[in-house]
């Protein structure tokens, strides 16, 4: 997470701020059968960090998404993506502060001159 925060709301906030484009979770439901996988899940994710399984997952498709042979063009089209998602944003951003600014004038108050 990186906020260092035993707040929930903190944790949720710092989610919602690292995100590139638009906030919107999306659960996955993965199905381990085999109580052998499921334990050796549970401590491949406790030596990393102290994590849940569930965190563990996640982080091991960000690790082949990153280091994977086949994935080279995968990467390249996602960093692109991401480059245009933050240009959006700041525009987005800067249009919401020029709203703003439009809406505030006309209240800051008598001009003293």
Request: charged residues 40%.
């Amino acid at each position: 997470m990186g906020s260092g925060s035993w707040n929930a709301g903190d944790r949720y906030e710092a989610r919602r701020n690292a995100c590139k484009g638009d906030f919107r979770p999306l659960v996955y439901k993965v199905r381990v059968d085999d109580d052998h996988a499921q334990w050796r899940y549970e401590i491949a994710a406790r030596a990393l960090w102290g994590q849940t399984v569930s965190s563990f997952f996640v982080w091991c498709a960000e690790y082949v998404i990153r280091h994977h042979r086949k994935l080279k063009e995968v990467r390249r089209t996602i960093r692109q993506e991401e480059t245009e998602m933050r240009r959006r944003k700041r525009q987005k951003a800067r249009e919401r502060r020029a709203e703003d600014r439009r809406w505030q004038k006309p209240w800051k108050g008598p001009r003293h001159e």
